[in-house]
């Protein structure tokens, strides 16, 4: 006798987006407006790079220059990061150093892209040649 296996695809789905927007899920917690503000600055995220690329904590004078950007922007930005827990920052004296949290980083998104495949339940879902597989997204 065989047991048919069939794949769970995440919870039903509602029957508008007013049901959606109503249903409180892990999803919602983080999709975090204050990490998507921090990075939706295209000088921002040239930072962030020009930072985890070093692979090591640095001044914000050491990512000015690197970056060709003006010492009190990239202050001001680089503090933005921070809050949004994109970096760490520790002062010493006069200096202000970053360096990226990077496991943190790549967790959070970890956690935001299983939150959101346990909605859609498959890449299907987002396939523009599909019907919009088990989540309803069509």
Request: charged share 25%; hydrophobic share 40%.
């Amino acid at each position: 006798m065989m047991t048919q296996v069939t794949k769970h695809a995440g919870p039903k789905p509602p029957a508008s987006p007013r049901h959606a927007a109503r249903r409180r899920a892990t999803v919602d917690k983080l999709l975090d407006p204050d990490l998507f503000k921090a990075l939706a600055d295209p000088t921002r995220l040239k930072l962030l790079a020009c930072l985890i690329k070093c692979g090591r904590r640095c001044s914000v004078t050491e990512v000015a220059e690197c970056c060709s950007v003006d010492f009190s922007v990239v202050a001001r930005h680089l503090a933005l990061l921070a809050r949004a827990g994109i970096l760490d920052a520790e002062k010493e004296g006069r200096t202000m150093w970053y360096a990226p949290r990077c496991p943190d980083l790549c967790a959070r998104f970890r956690a935001l892209a299983d939150a959101i495949e346990v909605w859609c339940g498959s890449a299907e879902c987002c396939d523009p040649n599909s019907d919009g597989g088990a989540c309803g997204c069509r």
